[in-house]
């Protein structure tokens, strides 16, 4: 039922097309259901925009990026509170793994499209 419901919501056909992967990668047992109404209610949430983005990010993200902050909020991007060697940083973001999930299920091919 929960699945319906991200899909009525999306309010893009290819939100509901990469809310299908999920659901599909959870049937083949790749994620558990946690997880996936975690990812799928991040991507229910999102500018696919900023999706795309993520995508073709580097590994450390500027915080001074508008569209970083949103991805922050739905955990698919966490502040980068300190580096390797303990000190803090200002300004500066990562990929969740939650976020990095996404990507190794939605995105997994090149073709440039979510819902190829």
Same mark, same amino acid.
């Given at each position: 039922?929960?699945?319906?419901i991200?899909?009525?919501?999306?309010?893009?056909?290819?939100?509901?097309?990469?809310? *299908?992967?999920?659901?599909?990668? +959870? %049937?083949?047992?790749e994620?558990? !259901?946690? &997880?996936?109404?975690?990812i799928?209610?991040a991507?229910?949430?999102?500018?696919?925009?900023?999706?795309?983005?993520?995508r073709?990010?580097?590994?450390?993200?500027?915080?001074?990026?508008?569209?970083?902050?949103?991805?922050?909020?739905? *955990?698919l991007?966490?502040?980068? +509170? %300190?580096?390797?060697?303990?000190? !803090?940083? &200002?300004?500066?973001?990562?990929?969740?793994s939650v976020?990095?999930?996404?990507?190794?299920?939605?995105?997994?091919?090149?073709?440039?499209?979510?819902?190829?």
């Amino acid at each position: 039922m929960r699945l319906l419901i991200l899909i009525e919501r999306s309010d893009d056909l290819d939100k509901a097309s990469l809310i *299908g992967r999920l659901f599909a990668a +959870l %049937r083949r047992g790749e994620i558990d !259901y946690e &997880l996936f109404e975690r990812i799928a209610g991040a991507v229910s949430r999102v500018h696919l925009p900023d999706l795309e983005r993520l995508r073709s990010a580097p590994a450390e993200l500027d915080m001074d990026q508008e569209w970083v902050h949103p991805l922050i909020a739905t *955990g698919l991007v966490k502040p980068r +509170l %300190r580096d390797e060697d303990g000190y !803090y940083v &200002l300004g500066a973001a990562t990929i969740s793994s939650v976020g990095k999930r996404l990507l190794d299920l939605c995105f997994e091919d090149d073709s440039g499209s979510p819902g190829s």
